[in-house]
């Protein structure tokens, strides 16, 4: 598997991401500098990850949305190449129109940063086939604009679709009040575009990848990734 | 040729930063106030002198970048 991070000022988990990409693919990611026009040749994957690129002005993603960079991820998008959006990656995604719905403050009003329980909520994408039955998972949040916004048409769309990816839950696996971190409607963690291959999501699972750092579950996702492109080959 | 763009987020959309607002209002001893909805004001220079395509230009850049047009209005104005 080929990938690449795309850093923007402001990015800080990119390093993070290239760890658990090169780790699940046996060969390190590239690092895209986001005034680059053009991304490398022959990527199977592209990750956009968590941060706060340009400070967040004007709104989180809006302005890494329009950098240079984004146009070729578009197109790479438009092609059937796979595309991953963790956190401000999920934000930016939004903003360059490759999800639909927005991201707003979180309903607290604060920074939310720890573990939450998902569940994944489908097995037909290149991001979570490798879940099995392992449906409850342990990962970090850290964000302070995470709140899925959606109407209830886009909600009953993505439902119908089978498109939304994870769920904040409970130990039980319920989508509860109390187990929603930020106020997203219907408790949506992730998303999933038209075509299965663009996954944004506000938690990290790049950050629960590696048993030294204090857990794994987030490290499956990386692996249905390898497992997609080498089926693909 | 000096603008305004007034973004604002839509009915419907909640606004926990308003509300937010509205209970220190309430804190601060202000009574009456119902609701509090806020949203941003961008100041914009612009090089060129007609009106009409000055309107239509900063329609284009609240549309493309200004405003986030699933969640939020925009209205454009010219000032002076």
Same mark, same amino acid.
């Given at each position: 598997?080929?990938?690449?991070?795309?850093?923007? +000022?402001?990015? @800080?988990?990119?390093? /993070?991401?290239?760890?658990?990409?090169?780790?699940?693919?046996?060969?390190?990611? %590239?690092?895209?500098?986001?005034?680059?026009? &053009?991304?490398?040749?022959?990527? /199977?994957?592209?990750?956009?990850?968590?941060?706060?690129?340009?400070?967040?002005?004007?709104?989180?993603?809006?302005?890494?949305?329009?950098? +240079?960079?984004?146009?070729?991820?578009?197109?790479?998008?438009?092609?059937?190449?796979?595309?991953?959006?963790?956190?401000?990656?999920?934000?930016?995604?939004?903003?360059?129109?490759?999800?639909?719905?927005?991201?707003?403050?979180? %309903?607290?009003?604060?920074?939310?940063?720890?573990?939450?329980?998902?569940?994944?909520?489908?097995?037909?994408?290149?991001?979570?086939?490798?879940?099995? @039955? %392992?449906?409850?998972?342990?990962?970090?949040?850290?964000?302070?604009?995470? &709140?899925?916004?959606?109407?209830?048409?886009?909600?009953?769309?993505?439902?119908?679709?089978?498109?939304?990816?994870?769920?904040?839950?409970?130990?039980?696996?319920?989508?509860?009040?109390?187990?929603?971190? @930020?106020?997203?409607?219907? @408790?949506?963690?992730?998303?999933?575009?038209?075509?299965?291959?663009?996954?944004?999501?506000?938690?990290?699972?790049?950050?629960?990848?590696? +048993?030294?750092?204090?857990?794994? /579950?987030?490290? +499956?996702?990386?692996?249905?990734?390898?497992?997609?492109?080498?089926?693909?080959? | 040729?000096?603008?305004?763009?007034?973004?604002?987020?839509?009915?419907?959309?909640?606004?926990?930063?308003?509300?937010?607002?509205?209970?220190?209002?309430?804190?601060?001893?202000?009574?009456?106030?119902?609701?509090?909805?806020?949203?941003?004001?961008?100041?914009?220079?612009?090089?060129?002198?007609?009106?009409?395509?000055?309107?239509?230009?900063?329609?284009?850049?609240?549309?493309?970048?200004?405003?986030?047009?699933?969640?939020?209005?925009?209205?454009?104005?010219?000032?002076?």
């Amino acid at each position: 598997m080929k990938s690449a991070v795309i850093v923007f +000022p402001g990015s @800080n988990c990119d390093r /993070d991401m290239a760890v658990a990409l090169g780790a699940a693919a046996g060969r390190p990611a %590239q690092m895209v500098w986001h005034k680059d026009a &053009a991304l490398p040749p022959g990527l /199977d994957v592209v990750a956009l990850p968590g941060g706060f690129s340009f400070g967040d002005y004007l709104r989180c993603g809006a302005i890494a949305a329009r950098s +240079p960079i984004m146009r070729a991820v578009v197109d790479f998008a438009h092609r059937g190449g796979i595309v991953l959006g963790v956190c401000n990656g999920f934000q930016i995604l939004i903003e360059a129109g490759l999800l639909p719905g927005a991201l707003m403050r979180n %309903q607290t009003l604060k920074f939310v940063c720890r573990d939450v329980m998902l569940s994944v909520e489908t097995l037909d994408s290149p991001f979570t086939s490798a879940y099995g @039955n %392992q449906r409850l998972i342990r990962v970090p949040v850290a964000h302070h604009d995470g &709140a899925y916004v959606a109407d209830a048409a886009l909600v009953a769309r993505l439902e119908a679709e089978d498109r939304i990816a994870f769920r904040y839950a409970d130990a039980a696996g319920r989508a509860t009040l109390e187990a929603n971190p @930020n106020g997203a409607v219907g @408790n949506i963690a992730g998303v999933l575009s038209e075509n299965r291959r663009v996954l944004g999501m506000m938690p990290h699972p790049e950050r629960l990848a590696d +048993p030294r750092l204090g857990g794994t /579950d987030g490290a +499956p996702l990386f692996r249905s990734l390898v497992e997609a492109v080498s089926v693909a080959a | 040729m000096k603008a305004r763009v007034f973004v604002t987020l839509k009915t419907g959309v909640l606004d926990p930063q308003g509300e937010a607002i509205r209970h220190a209002l309430g804190t601060l001893g202000f009574e009456g106030v119902e609701s509090v909805r806020q949203g941003k004001v961008i100041e914009i220079e612009l090089s060129g002198t007609d009106r009409a395509a000055a309107e239509a230009e900063l329609a284009r850049m609240a549309e493309k970048l200004l405003a986030n047009t699933v969640i939020e209005n925009y209205r454009v104005e010219l000032v002076g």
